[in-house]
């Protein structure tokens, strides 16, 4: 373990005097987070609080037809309004663009077609939102009203009208992606499997809901450049999105992104307002600003995509897992987002914790003209996994097996590689399912608690990040600048974005760990594209792994080059030099010392201004097949739930009571803020399965775009969750550390449902979990045990 | 954000000049208590008032007061919070503190009075909806269209009173204590308030003001219990709601029974069977579980929740008889409010 | 337009607003005050919360109009008061929050905080259900409530001079403690600058 400790070739040495318990100063540590406080008092800056000098509000007019060609805009009512000073509308901004370069069908304002309710068709900037408002609503739009799919399995047996025509291929229908990969013969493993099960399963819509809605300033100087605050978690793509449709280059655009209030993958696409806002502002030569409203956001939707089952599954009687066959429909909504990826990841991530030689999946992803879908927190594996998992608890009880020990037989083990050809360095989930079994008294309980209470297991593996880059290029995907003050201050610069999750504390820790600084004497400017490097953004659970590794490259070379100049004065080997606490000493001379400050001062007097870059780059993995670095990622995390259940026969409520949650993260730099990351996860996976509900209703209207109708847990609807860290050191994460913000949703919903299985008896096998569906089910199963009782006595 | 229309604001401090500010103003005129309620409803433009008249600074609707006949009287600018809390409420009439208590959440009940919860407008998924969603619609019966979504081809508007205090109340005898500048002060049995219909469920006129609701004294053995269905345990709207009174004489026999529903229709739906059935029985004895479970099946038989508010609505009709006889148990065993958390 | 005579975070404030607009919409568009956060647009989320004579209601449902003669206080007002009434740094719930890692995005913890102020200005101690109840007005998308509640005990717990209970990842221990120290005491002649 201590060999995978050090990092890189250059390792960090570590004062020999202290106790192994502490090697570390401040990874490891319980540590505030860098702008909690900030928070704490309402000091901290979110877009909706920017005000500028003569500031103009914009709104959108949306589109009440689901699916429309427009044949006319008339907006001369419109601009006649007193204290209107632009519109705009599709024309306005032609190029298209989406955030995976290869499906661009998004425009800012719809071209020539709409398609889902609240679709956007025209914008207007104004004196006041009111003024604005009422502006929205004197533009005068015909349209041509086309045939709507809510349903993608008619979506896609209805070739005609394509939502996205494909004049070379009209066949192509409303198919948004298809993708089919097989790795081994399935066929013929699962023909010679004991026991096979084959069953459907049904995966509902629901959205990240952040409680701050989308909001975008943008301000052009005299000399035309763009500046945009935006409350996005991918500052670069929307950097590169605007340079693309505004036709600008992208050196004479700036974009900030402020305080984010939560984005869970909602925020990870370029939107509609960012453009509109930045073409107003150059129009009009004054700063613009557009505020979403709830409704709005639902709308911009983004979320989970819902997603339509078939898993055939082969095991054999002592519990192996011979053969996986999975076939997904997936519901996109009306346009691609990160759909390619979705439609990938519905199959590829699914090869871990668990090894099985034979797996197949075909995955096709849909449009329909509905809100479009997108990567939410867990993308595109939260419904795959929920499905198999609650397979495998059933295999495990065809088979007389507990199903932890199945899971526990199955593990695929470190330093391996996964059917697909993902290569597994550091894997805990054996540790994970141990944690969770004795918190629960899972052996004492399970099974054997009274009717109506169950507890139920689940496992899952997540991506640290992506070796496919958005776009393909070669350049690191993280970058760090560091700047040593004369103060003793340490400024880092740094292109990812904090959502909350904490990456900007991140940055900090490892640099004051690095340098043996206060951590107070780290401060972090971070996701301003004029400012920082480039990152990538706040996806994939990338961050801390990419970033935390490009921090620790950058600040190893101001180490080295500080280190080297306090030991050259005090003639004696680098080595013997140490930073640690504020201060440098001689390891073998400690009276032998200087505040790091002052070392600071002999590194600039010798070296000149002081400052280095650090970057990461993910080595060059993936299966050697088309679409085979989908997935690809330079470690995986893993997860065990176990959830206790109280489910009602009554009124068929489920009630959680505890959730168990342990996470393999790694290395836990700051064991609260991952802790953080378990128990949020833990709960938006609860809520999905029991309460959250993203849907249209029979005309294509969202059903209830508000947070009082899509119903997010309050305090009183949240179980206990405990969340339980395991570390298994990784060979290339920062201090051994991976991701933890997105892997612990996933097993919470298989979880439940097994559990569920454990309290009454019955199988949910579609989400979401309503107290309705609950006591159908268990009508059916008294009606199955009635009529199968004379079977009994036989 | 989304932003009110333009209105003029009023301020009276009594109900006298609030009275007559109704009158003077006529049409196109709100009163906003709390706010809880009419400022979402603005915001929807479900309304769009050219003057509103705000009793926040009436203090004289404020209180909660105890008359010698042990009438309890509630001004309409109590807090819902307030009322859930007072101690003679919780003594006198536990179910009403119960219902308050679990009116949407905590901050809300802070703000909304328990005369805005009397007056609570219908509910309904198609209507309470921004401006926007109401257009793609088309729109529906019960505000700026011709056509309802719940019934098909239905002439008259089946939004659902969704208010949690108003079968309490209802439960309770109450009668409400209304003022107008022209008219004086009348008085009317809270049952003889509502009307059967969607579109505006109350019998009460836009220049009149609730200033106070009256509860008669309890009987000796009076018990009361309430029973809430939501999916989330704290700010959602009831899916179903029920209030229970019994009263018991000396030898804890039921002397007298009522039960009434919410969030099923226009108006608070009473279980017509309730007394006869529950008359002459002693809680906890095998009789009383008989004539509770033919009372759950009346109740049953009697309710049709409509697909008006969100959820599922069989789902809901289901839940009557459960939350029924629930909360009639809890009324008997001092052990309500009925609710999930 | 009516102009407004206000109390806001102790001060007396005069004002213009228009008379449909609500507090806060005059506290964030007037008077700069935006630490009160709008998340719904309509009293579901409770991210508007602020005290109103020391309860907590959502200013995003309350009139601006209706607001004079009251005495309002915001997310900026607590520290300030705090330190008034000569304690040290941010509010003691403000501390809290921040140690517990409360702070995930932060957006709804304003409105969160004035709720866990607003209860534990009217009971001190209150239970683990207690504070699930009074903070249910107010929706967290981050944390799971977990470390909001883990907050609230601590500063109930350091209120009482208890030990608050330890987390499920720092078992039998207080992790918190170490985060007490905020300001860096620094060593006599460190004058922290340029020389």
């Known amino acids: 373990m201590a060999a995978r400790d050090q990092h890189g070739p250059d390792a960090p040495w570590p004062d020999p005097a202290t106790p192994e318990k502490n090697k570390f100063q401040v990874v490891g540590r319980a540590q505030r987070k860098i702008d909690g406080l900030d928070k704490a008092t309402g000091r901290a800056v979110y877009t909706d609080d920017i005000q500028l000098p003569g500031m ?45 370069p290869w499906t661009p069908d998004e425009n800012a304002l719809a071209l020539d077609k709409v398609r889902f309710i609240g679709d956007e068709v025209a914008a207007v ?12 609503r004197l533009i005068e739009v015909e349209y041509e009203l086309l045939d709507a799919f809510m349903d993608p399995v008619e979506a896609l047996a209805t070739k005609s009208p394509q939502i996205h ?57 005299p000399d035309g450049v763009l500046t945009l605050w935006s409350a996005t978690q991918i500052t670069h793509y929307v950097h590169r999105a605007l340079a693309r449709v505004l036709e600008k280059p992208a050196s004479q655009i700036r974009v900030i992104q402020p305080a984010l209030g939560g984005a869970f993958g909602g925020k990870s696409d370029p939107f509609a307002l960012e453009f509109c806002v930045a073409l107003l502002a150059e129009r009009t030569g004054r700063p613009v600003k557009m505020l979403w409203t709830r409704e709005e956001v639902f709308y911009a939707h983004r979320g989970r995509h819902p997603m339509q089952m078939h898993y055939h599954t082969g095991i054999s009687k002592d519990g192996k897992l011979q053969a996986v066959d999975a076939k997904i429909l997936i519901d996109g909504g009306s346009y691609s987002s990160f759909g390619l990826v979705t439609t990938y990841y519905s199959g590829q991530l699914l090869t871990g914790p668990y090894d099985f030689p034979n797996y197949r999946f075909n995955s096709t992803r849909v449009f329909t003209n509905k809100p479009p879908c997108g990567p939410k927190r867990g993308h595109g594996s939260v419904q795959p996994r929920f499905a198999f998992e609650v397979q495998l608890d059933e295999l495990a009880e065809k088979i007389g097996m507990d199903p932890i020990e199945l899971r526990r037989k199955n593990w695929q083990g470190a330093d391996t590689k996964t059917v697909n050809g993902q290569r597994i360095t550091s894997n805990g989930f054996h540790e994970c399912l141990a944690l969770v079994e004795t918190a629960s008294a899972w052996q004492e309980r399970r099974g054997k608690l009274p009717h109506g209470r169950g507890l139920g297991v689940a496992g899952s593996m997540y991506i640290s990040g992506t070796n496919y880059p958005v776009y393909p290029n070669d350049m690191p995907q993280a970058g760090i600048f560091l700047k040593a003050d004369r103060s003793g201050l340490v400024t880092a610069f740094s292109g990812a974005n904090d959502i909350g999750q904490g990456s900007s504390s991140v940055v900090r820790t490892i640099v004051a760990e690095e340098l043996g600084l206060d951590p107070l004497d780290v401060r972090v400017v971070a996701a301003d594209t004029d400012l920082c490097p480039v990152d990538l953004g706040a996806y994939s659970s990338r961050v801390t792994f990419m970033v935390g590794n490009a921090t620790i490259d950058a600040a190893r070379k101001l180490r080295k080059m500080v280190v080297g100049v306090v030991a050259k004065t005090w003639e004696i080997n680098p080595r013997r030099v140490f930073m640690g606490s504020g201060e440098v000493f001689d390891l073998e001379n400690r009276g032998q010392k200087i505040s790091t400050r002052e070392a600071f001062h002999l590194a600039e007097t010798e070296l000149d201004t002081l400052g280095t870059t650090g970057a990461y780059n993910t080595p060059k993995l993936g299966g050697d097949y088309r679409g085979g670095t989908i997935g690809a990622s330079p470690a995986y995390s893993f997860t065990a739930h176990v959830v206790e259940v109280t489910v009602c026969t009554e009124t068929g409520r489920i009630t959680a009571d505890n959730c168990w949650i342990a996470h393999d993260c790694g290395r836990a730099l700051n064991p609260m803020l991952v802790a ?66 997105e892997g612990p949703l996933h097993p919470a919903l298989p979880a439940i449902s097994n559990a569920v299985y454990d309290a009454v008896g019955i199988r949910l096998r579609e989400l979401p979990f309503t107290p309705g569906k609950v006591l159908s089910l268990l009508r059916e199963k008294a009606e199955r045990e009635a009529s199968s009782t004379p079977q009994e006595v036989h | 954000m989304l932003r009110m229309q333009p209105f003029q604001l009023e301020r009276p401090t009594t109900v006298a000049d609030a009275a007559r500010l109704l009158t003077e103003l006529g049409e196109n005129t709100m009163v906003v208590a709390g706010g809880t309620d009419a400022l979402p409803n603005i915001k929807h433009e479900l309304f769009t008032p050219k003057h509103v008249v705000s009793l926040a600074d009436v203090e004289e609707l404020r209180g909660i007061s105890i008359e010698d006949d042990g009438t309890v009287v509630l001004g309409a600018m109590t807090t819902v919070d307030a009322v859930s809390k007072h101690a003679e409420i919780l003594a006198r009439v536990p179910a009403l503190a119960q219902a308050c208590g679990l009116i949407a959440g905590p901050q809300l009940r802070r703000m909304g009075t328990i005369g805005g919860n009397v007056l609570l407008d219908t509910r309904c998924q198609w209507y309470n909806q921004t401006y926007f969603w109401r257009k793609a619609l088309g729109f529906c019966l019960k505000k700026d269209g011709s056509k309802c979504h719940v019934v098909e081809s239905g002439s008259k508007c089946v939004a659902a009173a969704s208010n949690d205090s108003a079968p309490v109340l209802m439960t309770l005898g109450a009668e409400l204590v209304i003022f107008s500048h022209t008219g004086g002060e009348r008085r009317v049995k809270l049952e003889d308030f509502w009307r059967a219909d969607g579109i505006f469920n109350k019998k009460i006129q836009g220049h009149e003001i609730l200033t106070s609701i009256r509860i008669p004294a309890p009987a000796e053995g009076h018990r009361g219990a309430y029973g809430k269905l939501r999916d989330r345990g704290a700010i959602d709207y009831p899916l179903l709601g029920v209030a229970v009174r019994l009263d018991l004489d000396g030898a804890g026999v039921v002397a007298d029974a009522d039960v009434v529903l919410i969030a099923l229709q226009a108006r608070p739906v009473r279980i017509k069977k309730a007394p006869d059935l529950l008359r002459g029985q ?57 609710h999930h958390v | 337009m009516r102009v407004l005579h206000l109390e806001i975070n102790c001060d007396r404030i005069t004002t213009a607003a228009p008379d449909h607009w609500t507090l806060l919409e005059v506290l964030r568009y007037e008077l700069g005050l935006t630490g009160s956060k709008q998340g719904c647009d309509k009293g579901d989320c409770g991210a508007c919360t602020v005290l109103v004579d020391g309860e907590p209601v959502l200013s995003c449902l309350t009139l601006g109009a209706t607001a004079e003669g009251r005495k309002v206080t915001t997310i900026e007002g607590l520290m300030p008061a705090h330190l008034k009434s000569g304690g040290q740094g941010p509010d003691p719930v403000q501390e809290a929050f921040d140690r517990c890692g409360a702070l995930q995005c932060g957006f ?20 683990r259900d207690e504070i699930r109840h009074a903070l249910s007005g107010n929706l967290c998308r981050c944390t799971g409530y977990t470390q909001i509640i883990q907050a609230v005990e601590l500063a109930v717990a350091e209120a009482a001079g208890t030990e608050p209970q330890s987390p499920s990842w720092a078992p039998n221990t207080n992790p918190w403690k170490q985060n007490e120290r905020l300001v860096r005491e620094r060593s006599a002649g460190d004058g922290g600058g340029v020389e």
């Open chain 1, 56 to 100: 103009l509000h914009a709104k959108i007019l949306r589109s009440p037809h689901a699916h429309a060609r427009i044949v006319k805009i008339d907006a001369s009512k419109a601009l006649a309004l007193d204290g209107v000073h632009a519109v705009i509308t599709g024309a306005d901004l032609p190029i298209k663009y989406g955030v995976i």
């Open chain 1, 125 to 136: 900037a104004a004196t006041s939102e009111e003024v604005a408002n009422k502006a929205t």
């Open chain 1, 165 to 221: 025509e494909t004049p070379k291929n009209p066949e192509r229908g409303n198919v948004s992606k298809h993708v089919e990969l097989e790795f081994g013969d399935v066929s013929a493993a699962l023909e010679a499997s004991d026991v096979t099960l084959a069953q459907d399963f049904r995966f509902h819509g629901t959205t990240h809901a952040p409680i701050e809605p989308h909001c975008a300033v943008a301000q052009v100087s």
């Open chain 1, 676 to 741: 953080g990351q378990m128990e949020g996860s833990a709960y938006m996976g609860l809520a999905e399965a029991n309460l959250e509900d993203h849907d249209v209703n029979r005309f294509g209207l969202h059903a209830g775009p508000s947070l009082l109708d899509y119903r997010i847990p309050t305090a009183v609807d949240t179980p206990e969750l405990h969340a339980l860290i395991v570390e298994s050191l990784d060979p290339e994460g920062p201090y051994g550390a991976k991701e933890a913000g």
């Open chain 2, 282 to 338: 002693q809680p906890g004895t095998e009789a009383f579980e008989a004539a509770l479970a033919d009372l759950a099946a009346a109740a049953y038989k009697q309710c049709h929740p409509m697909p008006n508010i969100p959820g599922d609505h069989d789902y809901r009709r289901e839940m009557v008889p459960v939350f029924v006889r629930r909360t009639v148990e809890a009324a008997a065993n001092n052990s309500g409010p009925v």
């Open chain 3, 108 to 127: 709804c913890q304003p409105g969160m905080m004035l709720s866990a102020r607003a209860l534990l200005d009217a009971n001190p101690t209150p239970s």
